[in-house]
């Protein structure tokens, strides 16, 4: 069965919703494509603990405020699900689930999107997909020797999954901080960091952050310095649970071992430490393969875009995967303009067609 609309977008996470906002609000036919059998997106596969950066009001998507949870000042990864539920339902977004996209396809002045439940046609797609779904574990001497069980962020749920063990936990990001502290008061933990942790100070959020993305990507469009970003704050935010065991001594990371060993890791000097499970936090990759049936990947893999477009394939623009696709794009509060945006240029793209320019 092939079916026919304007926009197809990939993705039904809070980049894909957002964009289908500003679709909507554009008059135009489009359809968003969901792998997940549920609305919520990654929010959904997050462990217990995780809370957002920043207080509901200032992580929000276009057009609707997310609600305060009550006891909470930054909400829980549950509290997220159920906004983006009521967002697509508020919106009427016309999401198809569960369907897994194969490929996106060139097909004369359309673009063919398959899937597993037969195809679509469209003069222009918007993939969403985020990066959630392919986690990076770095090649680490020795780590097919570990006869421990090992695991990624997007696979952890709860440190009650550990009571009693040796956990090492790696990764010196918001999510290595996060997990290492919640599993800091009942296993015998490890924290290693390739450099020494950097903790924003306490009173700054998601809002700080988003500024800093913003002003960044801001001065290098304009041909500035770089003024470096939320990089330059540093690397954690000191969210209440960090926060609190960081104060308790509880968060003090070992620099990065030499390789993994049968029952733990090495360090350099011979030290060792044991461990019955290894959690790595050590980030994401966009997720594209559907896209490799174009042949956008320039060097390293990246494809290049302006904005959100492709700058090969310009029928296709890519939203929420960072700050290459728009500042803080892969933050609720940061997804709502590049997604506007996208929406302009496609609509401007639809208007040429139809009128032959």
């Not at 780590?143 to 936990?169: C, N, P, W």
């Not at 011979?270 to 290894?278: C, P, S």
């Not at 700050?323 to 303009?337: E, F, K, N, Q, Y």
């Amino acid at each position: 069965m092939t079916s026919h609309v304007d926009v197809v977008v990939i993705g039904g996470g809070q980049a894909g919703l957002a964009a289908g906002y500003h679709l909507r609000r554009l008059g135009l036919d489009f359809v968003i494509l969901d792998a997940q059998p549920m609305s919520g997106g990654a929010w959904r596969h997050a462990w217990d603990s995780l809370h957002l950066f920043s207080p509901a009001a200032y992580s929000s998507l276009p057009g609707r405020l997310m609600p305060p949870q009550a006891g909470e000042k930054y909400p829980d990864a549950q509290h997220v699900v159920e906004y983006l539920a009521d967002y697509e339902t508020r919106y009427e977004l016309p999401i198809e689930r569960p369907v897994l996209v194969e490929g996106v396809h060139r097909d004369g002045p359309l673009l063919r999107v398959q899937t597993d439940s037969g195809s679509w046609r469209a003069r222009a797609v918007i993939s969403a997909t985020g990066t959630w779904w392919r986690p990076f574990i770095p090649a680490a001497a020795g780590r097919m020797a570990f006869r421990g069980d090992q695991l990624h962020t997007m696979e952890y749920r709860s440190h009650r999954d550990f009571a009693g063990k040796r956990v090492i936990v790696i990764g010196g990001g918001n999510s290595g901080a996060q997990i290492a502290a919640d599993l800091a008061y009942d296993t015998e933990l490890t924290w290693v960091t390739q450099r020494e942790p950097r903790f924003l100070a306490d009173d700054i959020d998601g809002r700080a952050l988003f500024d800093a993305a913003t002003a960044r990507r801001r001065a290098l469009d304009k041909g500035r310095s770089d003024t470096g970003g939320v990089a330059s704050l540093g690397d954690i935010v000191a969210v209440p649970s960090v926060r609190e065991a960081r104060d308790a001594g509880l968060l003090k990371a070992q620099p990065m071992f030499k390789r993994l060993t049968a029952t733990g890791v090495e360090w350099a000097d011979g030290t060792t430490a044991e461990a019955d499970a290894i959690v790595w936090c050590t980030g994401f990759r966009p997720a594209l393969s559907h896209l490799a049936p174009l042949g956008l990947r320039g060097p390293g893999g990246h494809i290049p875009t302006v904005g959100t477009r492709s700058l090969v394939e310009p029928r296709l623009h890519l939203l929420g995967y960072g700050d290459w696709t728009g500042p803080a794009s892969a933050t609720l509060i940061g997804v709502g303009r590049p997604a506007r945006e996208a929406g302009r240029e496609i609509a401007a793209l639809l208007a040429a067609v139809r009128t032959g320019n």
